[in-house]
């Protein structure tokens, strides 16, 4: 049992980040609070779609899938260039490329949001005199006509 929680160590990380952000977004009422909150939710996403993306066989991790020459493989790239057919077949396993590009983008993405979260929440503090989400709604309450 202990060896099966140990192997997917990984994944009881992206939960745990997951939940804990979770939590932080719906019971916190300081925005400053509920904006890390979101980026540890975030950061949790990202584990889990990089998870996901490596390939494991025999017990090994993939590696990178890196243009090697060799003659016979080229001949057969010629070949299939000729027939307009481009099949690459490898007895190598390999892990996707494409996930961990993704998720650069969506780290780039996720700091430009928290970026712009904080530079709102000084902007309702300059407004309000508060960051709390309970006095910040009591203060607009007592202001309606």
Do not use: C
């Not at 009422?29 to 939710?41: C, E, M, T």
């Not at 996720?110 to 300059?126: F, M, P, T, W, Y």
């Amino acid at each position: 049992m202990a060896s099966y929680f140990s192997s997917y160590y990984n994944y009881w990380v992206y939960i745990a980040l997951m939940m804990i952000g979770f939590y932080g977004i719906i019971a916190k009422r300081n925005l400053v609070k509920q904006a890390i909150a979101l980026s540890l939710f975030q950061a949790g996403i990202f584990l889990f779609y990089i998870s996901m993306a490596v390939v494991v066989e025999d017990g090994k991790i993939a590696d990178a899938p890196i243009y090697t020459v060799d003659k016979e493989l080229t001949h057969e790239l010629q070949e299939a260039e000729h027939d307009h057919h481009l099949i690459v077949k490898s007895d190598q396993a390999f892990s996707n490329p494409l996930p961990h590009v993704l998720i650069l983008t969506a780290i780039v993405v996720s700091v430009s949001i928290l970026a712009v979260a904080l530079a709102i929440i000084v902007n309702i503090k300059r407004e309000y005199g508060t960051i709390e989400e309970d006095e910040i709604q009591q203060i607009e309450m007592n202001e309606a006509p």
